[in-house]
């Protein structure tokens, strides 16, 4: 077997029997919230690096996955670990929804729209009081665990998230479906000429995209016991995930698992040796030259930097597509 | 007759007709240069039976049925397959993936690999470059691997605009060459040529056209002795 099919399957292993060597909740939060931004970041590829439509509202459903989740928890008694993968499901119609208003148009009208969604969803949050508890926010109960164990479930719920959101690209990259959405990235008025149905195909790969954000924010929710407008919608999530991307290369399969796996360490790593008081400022600085930095030295983020350098072939080949010819059209 | 096509008017917008009252005929198997000069409405008129264009007037029987203002996905169902001037393919993506894109309204499977064999024969390129970024390709390899998708379609007409602008001599001749062998195993041929000599060279039958209509037609190499059309488009003198 190739390296590349062995390293993520040691690293699997490897996470999976962690928590038996490191009983510190420090280092399986931090991993915990890597593998959240991991799986979000493959999600948010699927359409910012495999389509090219670049999403600012994807916080908007992880935004509205913490809220469902914990409504559903509070009010009917529905355990968070039930409900999320139908939260996601949920996340991806709304999504669906909001694509087809935004996507059936080509080009940027996109962005603007997600972005808005965002603010709309969370000022509905925020102002139905009756049912979100308003500004003062949602309370989750706890889940009744031993202190020492109790962040188990959440690491290993998204361990199981990330591995779902890798194997979803994955089979995405290898289909046709895949091969349509880069056709709409490069030039989607040839892809409409070749036969794909760009709207359709938009619309899917958005709401394939956000289900995972929907997941990941109901999951989120219940962990912190806490749902409040600021919390669920906060912007910097949606940004965390494109910087992410753009580190590890939009457009792969691995790039933004390996931007999620430098990025969130050092950011929390920085907000670990400041001062409290200015923690977050500075990791947002941080954050924001990094984004500087990758830009202006490796537009391509690393993945794609490395094989181009190693293989020539100027870019890292945009899909992992069949080798050879007879597989063709699948 | 496989494309039929009498007194049709098109143009763009709200402007004037670039296409005024064209008469053409293509049997099956017909390998059709059309030259002319700039302005004249060759690409027009290629834009008009591929549906990018709608007509204004005039009709469009293609296989007996008329398709004069049908959808470009739909005549390109039908058959009708169209290689825009300049570049088409996909830079980024690889030349086998170009390739599967021209396979990608085929929903039988078994077919579809048959069809991508067929276009690897007629292009060995295809599969020499596979894994090459197509934009990295020299313009005629990009040409040919537009071609070898094109026919992928397995299309009874195709309709080349240009196909050799801008190529070095070697290249431009392997594309001639790609055109008749493609004519030759069956496959109708409407050529648009800047290159005069080459196109009617190599085609069976020349159109001359000219402010929007079909002025003369006749065998190819008859058409390159006429003195008429070597006064006009070839540069030489009547007298020679």
Redesign the interface.
Known sequence: MKLRTVFPIVMLGLFLVLPIVVREGFYLDLLLFTFMYAAMSVGWDIMGGLAGYVSLGHVGFFGLGSYVAGLLVVHFGIPVFLSAPFVGILAGIVGAGLGWISLRARGTSFVIVTLTFTYVIQLVALNLRDITGGSSGLYLPLLTLPADVVILPFYYGMLVLLVVAILVSLAIRRS?FG??L??I???EG???????NTSLYKILAFAISVSFAGVAGALHAQYLNYVDPDLAFELIITLNLIIMCLVGSRGTLWGPVLGAFLVQPLSQYLIYLTPSGIAGQVHLVALGVVLVLVVMFMPDGIITTWTSRRGG???A???D?P?R?????? | MLLEIEGLCAGYGSGGDILRGVDLSLAEGDFVCLIGPNGAGKSTLLRAISGILRPRRGTIRFDGTDVAGLRPDLLFRRGIAHVPQGRSTFPQMTVHENLLMGAYSIRDRGLARERLEVAAAFFPIVVEQANRRAGLLSGGEQKQVEMARAIVTSPRLMLLDEPTLGLEPRASRTVMAKMRELNEHGVTILLVEQNARTGLGTARTGCVMELGTIKLRGEGQRLLDDPQVKRLYLGESAAV
Do not use: Y
Not at chain 1, 190 to 196: F, I, P
């Open positions: 046709k091969l349509g880069v056709a990235r490069e030039e040839k892809a409409d000429g070749s036969g794909v072939r100027g870019r080949r945009p899909v597509a080798e010819l007879p597989e063709a059209a699948t």
